[in-house]
């Protein structure tokens, strides 16, 4: 039995110290963002994930919209202080990316199946995380560290904005990315017995 997928998978951590120190060109992180959520699996194969990528400047707008909406309604100077330090981490990594839900494709099969509708917007949603996770893996695998945040929904607007998001296209997550600065903690698991049952 190999383990080459459960070796990647335990080693695959959410990584908050990320830096610009990325030897791999700017083209081929594209294409492995680009294949891992090209090749993750979609509900009717509808293909309900889209992806921006943001490099440069065009990251760091993110992480300044991020301040912009959030920020200002911090009025504790210390609890301020930790928030924008948090987010100049983000700020501090390689690139984002920002994945969408198209809205559009969820309705359209909720009309083309009945029977099923009432799960579209579920299976959107675990469709969003086969892709994350698989993203996640896929960069890890090339020495890429990430994590995956939420600042959805109180940036949407702004967001959709700044980068010309099609209206129908709903922010689902935001993941930076970049060298491996520093590792992650342990980790803790639940027991075995709570998480399984195996029966014959
Ligand atoms: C659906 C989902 C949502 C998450 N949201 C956030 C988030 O908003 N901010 C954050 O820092 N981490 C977030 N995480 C990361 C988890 O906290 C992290 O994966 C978990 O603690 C396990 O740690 P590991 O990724 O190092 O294995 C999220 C993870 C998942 C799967």
Known sequence: MTKNFINLASARRTIYALGKNLKISKAEIETIIKDAVKFAPSAFNNQTVRAVLLFDKRH?????????????????????????????????????????????????????????????????????????YAVWLALHENGIGASLQHY???IDDAVRKAYTI???????????????????????????SERFMVLS
Not at 69 to 80: H, S, T, V, Y
Not at 97 to 115: A, G, M, N, R, W
Not at 169 to 187: C, N, T, V, Y
Request: with cysteine; net charge negative.
């Open 152 to 154: 959805n929904p109180v």
């Open 166 to 192: 099609p209206e129908h296209w709903i922010l689902r997550a935001q993941m930076p990315f970049g060298s491996i600065e520093a590792g992650a903690g342990d980790k803790t698991f639940i027991a075995d």
């Open 60 to 132: 760091d707008e993110l992480w300044d919209i991020v301040i912009d909406c959030l920020g200002a309604k911090i009025a504790d100077e210390d609890a301020k202080e930790k928030f924008l330090s948090k987010i100049g981490a983000f700020q501090a990594a390689y690139g984002t990316i920002l994945y969408f839900t198209d809205s559009s494709v969820v309705k359209q099969f909720e009309q083309q199946f009945p029977p099923y509708a009432v799960n579209f917007r579920d299976w959107s949603e675990q469709a969003q995380g086969n892709a994350n």
